[in-house]
């Protein structure tokens, strides 16, 4: 079965650090891959997604992301957090073009201290 | 402005009844979803329908029902088959024939759902 792990639930981290947080995918095939972020009580907006060619994708608000086949990882990196950073993370994955069920991940919160 | 609209954002019901939720878009989009959220478990799918007066069940979907009789409009009703409804949920939307993310998907509000 397929399946999304983000391995870490809380993740603190003072302002101006540099902040990754993990995402490994258990698929046959590479799959189309997205990071999501949700502040507490809200929606969730996309921060960006890899489809295919290169690894490292460029997202929203200074989020990056790099896709390592060999690892069946997607990383989510920001060199310099900022407080307004502080949220609930999610990756997510879709099978394919035809694959209308995004599977996501249990999610990591993030909290940054001053 | 463009966007979804979930109505209500809070909402409490008696155990053993069914409640709506209301999901509404003006993006013009074919494709709406349902999702649950609940506590390290992150989203899962109930239901989704790509075009009106058709759509098909998630991962989760017993205890839930929906319709899809305007292109505008996606109403999750939890019903009392549901044994635990208390819960996040959150409607989505996306372009037509497009899983939501290829394009950038929409996510509403989201309606908590307590049940007492």
């Known amino acids: 079965a397929q399946s999304v792990t983000q391995p870490d639930i809380h993740i603190t981290v003072s302002e101006g650090a540099s902040l990754e947080l993990r995402c490994n995918y258990s698929y046959g095939a590479t799959p189309y891959l997205f990071w999501y972020v949700q502040s507490p009580g809200q929606g969730l907006q996309l921060l960006l997604k890899?489809?295919?060619?290169?690894?490292l994708v460029q997202g929203i608000k200074g989020f990056e992301a790099e896709f390592k086949r060999s690892q069946s990882s997607f990383n989510l990196r920001k060199p310099s957090v900022h407080w307004s950073d502080a949220a609930e993370y999610f990756c997510?994955?879709?099978?394919?073009?035809?694959?209308?069920?995004?599977?996501f991940g249990a999610g990591t919160t993030v909290t940054v201290r001053a | 402005d463009g966007g979804i609209t979930q109505s209500p954002k809070y909402l409490f019901r008696k155990e053993g009844q069914n409640v709506t939720l209301s999901c509404e878009q003006n993006?013009?989009?074919?494709?709406m979803y349902w999702y649950r959220q609940d506590p390290g478990q992150g989203l899962r799918l109930i239901y989704y329908s790509q075009i009106v007066n058709d759509f098909q069940k998630g991962d989760i979907a017993e205890g839930y029902s929906v319709s899809r009789e305007k292109k505008e409009s996606f109403p999750l009703t939890v019903t009392s088959a549901q044994k635990n409804p208390t819960a996040f949920y959150l409607c989505?939307?996306?372009?037509?024939?497009?899983?939501?993310?290829?394009?950038?998907?929409?996510f509403g509000q989201g309606t908590r759902l307590t049940v007492v």
């Open positions: 890899y489809f295919s060619g290169d690894t």
């Open positions: 989505a939307s996306s372009i037509a024939g497009r899983p939501p993310g290829l394009n950038e998907a929409f």
């Open positions: 997510a994955v879709a099978l394919g073009s035809n694959d209308y069920k995004l599977s």
């Open positions: 993006l013009n989009h074919d494709a």
